[in-house]
């Protein structure tokens, strides 16, 4: 069984809403990752945390703003979201930094309306 | 040159049979490698890491080329429940980044 969780594990949101995704690790993991997935296709990275700072920022939309208020935690507030934001947002950690083993979570599906 | 590539497949394959499929990598400096398995509409999981030559692990191999920069998956006595796509990762020029393949597919039939 995983040790990274992740709530909700779908969701559907119009384009005006504002929510939050949630992610939580138990592993003592000090690097935690938000990663956005299509249907057919790897993940993508689009943030990095390291020791509860953001480290890595890969050119997200404003509209995506993450957030990791202690080791363990980390969130992901999503507003004015459109349509092809729609996929399977996935957290991962690892446990040091520059530690390439990451576990993922279950994922949350998003579908924007 | 894509920076990981691998054969999408689908690789169909009789349950009890081997299979290997490999994936290519442009970066030669490149000194870890990872084998991760997603199944339908479930999160990546770390399969196996490579660091030297190689990996073994049960069923499962990992071999390393650097002359040729590949690496290859190879599955012994498949069994239904390997059926997954497998994705080929290697870190990227920065901290954390990974470069991921676009996997490939294995079904085993009955």
């Known amino acids: 069984d995983t040790e990274v969780t992740q709530t909700p594990k779908h969701l559907v949101m119009g384009m005006t809403n504002k929510k939050s995704l949630k992610c939580e690790q138990h592993?003592?993991?000090?690097?935690m990752y938000w990663y956005k997935q299509k249907a057919k296709k790897p993940p993508e990275l689009m943030f990095v945390?390291?020791?509860?700072?953001?480290?890595i920022n890969e050119s997200v939309p404003s509209r995506f703003s993450p957030e990791c208020p202690n080791s363990s935690l980390l969130n992901l507030h999503l507003h004015a979201l459109q349509p092809e934001d729609s996929a399977l947002y996935l957290c991962?950690?690892?446990?040091?930094?520059?530690?390439?083993?990451?576990?993922f979570g279950p994922g949350t599906r998003l579908t924007v309306t | 040159r894509k920076e990981v590539e691998q054969d999408p497949g689908p690789f169909n394959v009789p349950e009890g049979a081997t299979v290997a499929f490999n994936c290519t990598y442009s970066?030669?400096?490149?000194?870890?490698f990872f084998w991760y398995r997603q199944d339908c509409r479930k999160e990546p999981k770390l399969l196996m890491s490579?660091?030297?030559?190689?990996n073994e692990d049960g069923r499962f191999t990992a071999q390393l080329n650097r002359a040729s920069q590949y690496i290859s998956l190879l599955i012994r006595d498949s069994k239904l429940s390997d059926s997954a796509t497998y994705l080929c990762?290697?870190?990227?020029?920065?901290?954390?980044?990974?470069?991921w393949g676009a996997g490939t597919k294995l079904i085993i039939k009955p």
């Open positions: 592993m003592g993991h000090r690097a």
């Open positions: 970066n030669s400096a490149s000194q870890s």
């Open positions: 991962a950690s690892s446990q040091v930094s520059g530690d390439y083993e990451q576990y």
């Open positions: 490579v660091y030297s030559s190689g």
């Open positions: 990762v290697v870190p990227g020029d920065s901290n954390y980044q990974l470069i």
């Open positions: 945390y390291s020791y509860e700072k953001l480290s």
